[in-house]
């Protein structure tokens, strides 16, 4: 048995440990510490690639130990096709937020590096799982450090913030935490054994269609308020407004991802009857949320609201792929969490970076920043053009394939969808010409200090794989094609023959 | 000099922890009286008795003695264990309280002991009279302890309010047993069994009898509709007694409680008194729930938090079975283990103990005292039943008895009203972390004790909430022990 996602998921917890042992005042080697642990982090993860084989579906690298054995509770882990991206763009975006905030970070370092430790870890334990209850000890293990650190490092009105995005999201994982409870139990009355590993509630026998829709929702809500989905959304904006550059860029990067994976993982295999029955309803919803979000985001005065509602927008898109249920566009879904934890990410970073230097976020405070920051201005243009989808980068790559795939099922949900591609161009376009191009209108803006050494050093890794996603995206996709194809069986199969008995009763 | 005839004696045995703490007691006033300038010994020295007392569970044979009205079997020591835990807290945390408030005496510690005795009594008896002992007993170690800090005007009202409703309440306790004598002709569980097996569930005067003692006992537990007393006495009381009244008394009511309902099988659910059970916990949660949510004063707070803790502890007793009995051992434990921690470090803010201590008290106290602050929020994100704690841990034991008993619907409740308690906790972390401390802040000074209990307290929480399955076994076993 292979250890590696053991350490992976301990190997950030210990670190916090180690630091928290470690005095306040030492900030710049507690910052080095935390730097460091993440890189190592990053590389050991890396490992779990090499060991990964292409071709076959189930989950690889798996451990299991029995945890709370009474209730049959294990404590497994595992990786797969869906979840493999999902955590290397974890362990890729922690050391970058510790780049990014390197300088910034000033007031209470040490709580800061330790709170993105644990974070990184419940993050990454999340995706790798595999036992029902381990995976919702870490759900909601990531709102403790998340809320702390709106809560602490975060801007005016960050209280507010904090609050709302706690609430809005335990609301939901309570739910679903009486659904895990629920479903153990009828599991536990069709076959005498308490179990929580996902896989056994492949294909249950639910007692009735209500039985199962119930259930369904107290999944999807919780889901749905971590996307989010339209009309759920509204602590994201609150949240990314107010967190820290390095809140934002794990907020958006992989804590929405926990929705889309969520469905992914236990919704549909869950389901497949309410998923089939339900799916209209969802998709109606994210397409909403496509459009929604793109036409606020037009109106947007401050970038971050901006880059929040575009989030918005282009999870909509990943929603629309998953509950397309087809190949294709769960795939296209997939790479598209990866690229928008990439470009979005990269997005904040880099507003970031500015209002670090001018202490204002507004578009109307910018103007021909080209001319004076002509390094930082490429990197914000290839990341917004990743963000818009253009040919050639990551952006595109992910999009095409969610629409070209939904196409076949969902056609007219599709065509209403793509409008938010070409509403992503205009307003991010238009972002771009406010901030960089024309006369410099506000005299401040003449001597901004260019781009620092560490923030180009998080830039780089996100700009490379932009372009490697977007060039040669079957480096990415030839792995998850074995465990899609399997997850689509699974729900093909369940919901195809209920629908038959239906139709001959 | 030899303790074997001690041990060797079958009843003797049977009450070891109860001597070792009855007779500590008495010796603990007479040094304290003898040697008022060791006054700074009496802490340590209780400590000593109730370790003592706790290693002498292992010298405890188990049976039923005094006539088959006293049980020592593996449920009453695991309740007699926690029983010590909470008040071997309240001691640490009562160390440098008292000392800081300049009121030190052996007979504080001397009342823990005693009061806790009558919790190992009412957690003993297989008869309503030797329960109504164990309560009496314990009500009046209570009554002093409230009122201990003398001078203190709210100290005084508090104690006189416990009294003045817990008088009230002892009376309708043994209005209800004498009603049950009256119909089934003794307290002992045992006959009790025998006459519900055949009881007429519609008998008027059983309900009266079981409303009676529901409501008396209940006043103990402080479960809404008869919770009024508890924040007033929680915030007058001194605040390591507060944290100990919170957890201990409402632990033994509840095992009592326990024996009652099961003796009561299968009236309890015929004759709907387990629907009367589960308004009161439905209730509990959510007036405790909501109206935590007005309360500054944190021991206000913490009292109505405690309200809806009893709701939830009640869910599981809905259904008298191996299980809830077992989810009701665990979520006691984790409950004495985050609640006395709570009060703790609120015991260590360095106020005037006559003015109440608010929310703003604790700003910006996670960076002042990054220990106290950890510990807080730690025992805040367990008491609101977060993943990894012992919270999330015994809530869901709770959640999932209820489920399999199929009691999906207050169990619903019980996670809505959760989501609702969240704000309150999540608002003292927020004050903890993220208000700056006002001018003029005294930073709480940093005590040896009370670190101690803190660490005891949050090590535990997070042992059972990440390792729960030793927790579960005893439980398991105590609650089989229980419930034959």
């Given at each position: 048995?292979?250890?590696?996602l ?5 190997l950030?917890?210990a ?7 470690i005095?306040r ?14 890189l190592?982090e ?5 490992t779990i690639?090499?060991?990964?084989e ?5 989950m690889?690298l798996?451990e299991a130990h ?5 209730w ?5 882990l595992g990786v797969d096709g869906i979840s493999?991206?999902l955590?290397l ?8 937020v ?5 300088n910034a ?17 419940a993050?990454?334990?999340v995706f ?8 919702y ?9 998340m809320y702390?650190v709106?809560?602490v490092w975060g ?12 609430l809005?999201?335990?609301?939901g ?7 895990i ?6 599991h ?10 996902v896989t056994?509630?492949?294909g ?5 269609g ?5 259930l ?9 308020i971590?996307?989010p ?9 609150d949240a990314?407004?107010?967190?820290p550059?390095?809140g934002?860029?794990i ?6 991802k926990?929705g889309?994976y969520?469905?992914?993982?236990f919704?549909l295999?869950?389901?497949p009857n309410?998923t ?7 998709i109606?919803l994210?397409v909403?949320g496509?459009?929604y979000?793109a036409?606020v ?10 880059v929040a509602y575009s ?5 909509g898109?990943c929603?629309?792929g998953?509950f397309?249920l087809?190949?294709t566009?769960?795939?296209?879904s997939?790479l598209q969490?990866v690229?928008?934890g990439?470009?979005?990410g990269?997005?904040f970073l880099?507003v970031g970076v500015i209002?670090?230097r001018?202490h ?18 490429t ?14 980068l ?9 629409l ?5 099922t969902?056609?007219r ?8 591609v070409?509403l992503a ?11 960089f191009f024309g006369?410099?209108?506000n005299?401040e ?5 260019e781009?620092?050494?560490n ?7 996100l700009?490379?794989l932009m372009v490697?996603?977007?060039?040669h995206p ?5 792995k998850?094609t074995p465990?899609?194809?399997q997850?689509?069986t699974?729900v093909?199969?369940?919901g ?10 | 000099?030899?303790?074997?005839p001690l ?6 045995n049977?009450v070891l ?5 009855s ?10 009286a ?8 009496t ?5 000593i ?5 706790a ?9 039923n ?5 006293y049980?020592v ?7 007699d264990?926690?029983f010590?835990?909470?008040a071997?807290?309240?001691?640490l945390?009562?160390?440098e309280?008292?000392?800081r ?5 052996g007979?504080?510690y001397a009342l823990l002991m005693w009061g ?15 329960v109504i ?6 009500s009046?170690?209570i009554?002093?302890l409230v009122?201990?800090h003398?001078?203190?005007?709210v ?10 409703m ?20 003794s ?7 025998r006459?519900?097996?055949t009881?007429d569930?519609t008998?008027?005067l ?7 003692l529901?409501?008396g006992?209940g006043?103990?537990?402080a ?11 929680y915030?007058g009381a001194p605040t ?5 009244l919170?957890?201990?008394p409402?632990a033994?009511t ?5 024996r009652i309902?099961a003796?009561m099988?299968p009236t ?9 059970v589960?308004a009161?916990?439905v209730l509990?949660m959510?007036?405790?729930n ?9 021991k206000?707070?913490?009292?109505y938090?405690?309200?809806?803790h009893?709701?939830?502890m009640?869910?599981a ?9 077992a ?5 006691v434990?984790?409950y004495a283990?985050?609640n006395?921690g ?5 015991s260590?803010?360095a ?5 109440p201590?608010?929310?703003d008290d604790?700003?910006g106290l996670?960076?002042?005292r990054p220990?106290?602050g950890l510990?807080?929020t ?6 609101s039943?977060l993943?990894?704690?012992a919270g ?6 709770v ?5 399999d ?11 809505l009203?959760?989501?609702v308690?969240v704000?309150y ?8 972390y ?5 001018e ?19 090590i535990?929480?997070f042992?059972i ?6 927790l579960?076994e005893m439980a398991?076993?105590a ?6």
């Amino acid at each position: 048995m292979s250890h590696v996602l053991s350490v992976v998921l301990w190997l950030p917890i210990a670190t916090a440990v180690l630091l928290m042992l470690i005095p306040r005042r030492w900030s710049a080697e507690i910052k080095a510490i935390g730097l460091a642990a993440a890189l190592i982090e990053f590389v050991v993860s890396l490992t779990i690639l090499s060991h990964f084989e292409d071709g076959v579906a189930g989950m690889q690298l798996v451990e299991a130990h029995p945890w709370i054995k009474q209730w049959g509770i294990t404590y497994s882990l595992g990786v797969d096709g869906i979840s493999l991206w999902l955590v290397l763009l974890t362990t890729l975006l922690t050391p970058v937020v510790f780049l990014s905030g390197w300088n910034a970070i000033t007031k209470h370092p040490k709580e800061y590096v330790i709170a993105f430790l644990i974070m990184e870890a419940a993050m990454i334990g999340v995706f790798i799982a595999t036992d029902l209850l381990l995976f919702y000890v870490f759900f909601e293990l990531t709102l403790l450090p998340m809320y702390l650190v709106i809560g602490v490092w975060g801007g005016a009105n960050r209280i507010y913030a904090a609050i709302k995005f706690f609430l809005f999201t335990i609301a939901g994982s309570l739910l679903m935490l009486l659904g895990i409870i629920y479903m153990a139990f009828l599991h536990f009355h069709d076959s005498g054994i308490w179990s929580f590993a996902v896989t056994d509630f492949y294909g249950m026998h639910y007692r009735s269609g209500t039985v199962e829709a119930l259930l369904f929702v107290a999944f999807s809500l919780a889901f749905a308020i971590k996307v989010p989905l339209f009309p759920l959304h509204t602590w994201l904006p609150d949240a990314h407004v107010e967190a820290p550059t390095g809140g934002s860029i794990i907020l958006a990067g992989v804590m929405l991802k926990m929705g889309t994976y969520g469905f992914l993982r236990f919704v549909l295999p869950f389901f497949p009857n309410a998923t089939a029955k339900y799916a209209p309803w969802l998709i109606a919803l994210s397409v909403i949320g496509v459009i929604y979000g793109a036409l606020v985001a037009w109106v947007q005065p401050d970038m971050k609201k901006l880059v929040a509602y575009s989030s918005v927008s282009h999870l909509g898109f990943c929603v629309l792929g998953i509950f397309a249920l087809q190949q294709t566009a769960i795939e296209g879904s997939i790479l598209q969490m990866v690229n928008h934890g990439l470009s979005t990410g990269a997005l904040f970073l880099l507003v970031g970076v500015i209002y670090e230097r001018r202490h204002t976020r507004k578009l109307a405070d910018y103007g021909g920043l080209g001319g004076v920051m002509p390094v930082y201005a490429t990197f914000f243009i290839i990341a917004v053009l990743s963000s818009v989808g253009l040919p050639g980068l990551n952006g595109f790559v992910g999009e095409f394939l969610i629409l070209s795939g939904s196409f076949k099922t969902q056609p007219r949900a599709t065509i209403l969808a793509t409008t938010g591609v070409i509403l992503a161009a205009i307003y991010l376009l238009w972002l771009v010409q406010k901030v960089f191009f024309g006369p410099i209108t506000n005299e401040e803006n003449r001597h901004v200090k260019e781009i620092a050494w560490n923030e180009i050093a998080a830039m780089v890794p996100l700009v490379v794989l932009m372009v490697w996603i977007g060039v040669h995206p079957n480096t990415f996709l030839k792995k998850m094609t074995p465990s899609v194809q399997q997850l689509l069986t699974t729900v093909q199969n369940r919901g195809g023959a209920v629908m038959l008995t239906e139709k001959t009763r | 000099m030899t303790l074997h005839p001690l041990i060797e004696s079958a009843w003797m045995n049977a009450v070891l922890p109860e001597l070792i703490l009855s007779a500590g007691g008495m010796l603990l006033i007479l040094w304290s009286a003898f040697a008022p300038r060791l006054k700074g010994t009496t802490a340590p020295l209780s400590l000593i008795v109730f370790i003592v007392a706790a290693l002498s569970e292992n010298a405890v044979r188990g049976g039923n003695f005094f006539g088959g009205t006293y049980q020592v079997s593996a449920i009453t020591q695991l309740f007699d264990i926690t029983f010590l835990l909470a008040a071997i807290l309240a001691t640490l945390f009562a160390r440098e309280y008292l000392e800081r408030e300049g009121i030190e005496g052996g007979e504080f510690y001397a009342l823990l002991m005693w009061g806790t005795v009558g919790m190992m009594m009412m957690a003993k008896g297989l008869d309503l009279l030797v329960v109504i002992l164990g309560l009496e007993t314990l009500s009046i170690c209570i009554f002093v302890l409230v009122g201990y800090h003398r001078r203190l005007p709210v100290s005084n009202e508090a104690s006189l309010k416990y009294f003045l409703m817990g008088a009230f309440a002892t009376g309708f306790v043994l209005y209800g047993t004498a009603l049950f004598y009256g119909a089934t002709q003794s307290t002992k569980f045992e006959v009790m069994t025998r006459y519900f097996a055949t009881a007429d569930a519609t008998n008027p005067l059983l309900t009266i009898a079981f409303v009676l003692l529901l409501s008396g006992l209940g006043f103990k537990l402080a479960v809404a509709p008869f919770h009024g007393w508890a924040p007033d006495v929680y915030q007058g009381a001194p605040t390591p007694v507060a944290g100990w009244l919170s957890v201990a008394p409402k632990a033994a009511t509840l095992i009592a409680l326990v024996r009652i309902f099961a003796s009561m099988m299968p009236t309890f659910h015929l004759a709907r008194w387990s629907t009367m059970v589960a308004a009161l916990s439905v209730l509990s949660m959510i007036i405790g729930n909501a109206v935590a949510i007005a309360q500054r004063d944190l021991k206000r707070m913490l009292a109505y938090s405690g309200i809806a803790h009893v709701g939830y502890m009640l869910i599981a007793m809905l259904s008298v079975r191996d299980q809830s009995v077992a989810a009701v051992t665990v979520y006691v434990i984790t409950y004495a283990l985050m609640n006395i921690g709570a009060f703790g470090v609120i015991s260590m803010l360095a106020k005037n103990q006559n003015d109440p201590q608010t929310l703003d008290d604790i700003a910006g106290l996670g960076f002042r005292r990054p220990f106290y602050g950890l510990a807080l929020t730690v025992c805040m994100f367990s008491l609101s039943g977060l993943p990894p704690t012992a919270g999330f841990i015994a809530k869901f034991y709770v959640f999932k008895t209820a489920v399999d008993s199929g009691y999906t619907g207050i169990a619903l409740v019980g996670i809505l009203t959760s989501i609702v308690s969240v704000y309150y906790y999540l608002r003292v972390v927020y004050y903890l972390y993220m208000k700056e401390a006002p001018e003029g802040y005294a930073v709480p000074v940093a005590g040896m004790f009370a670190t101690g209990a803190l660490a005891i307290s949050m090590i535990g929480i997070f042992v059972i909430g990440i390792f729960p399955t030793p927790l579960f076994e005893m439980a398991g076993a105590a609650a089989h022990a229980l419930l034959p």
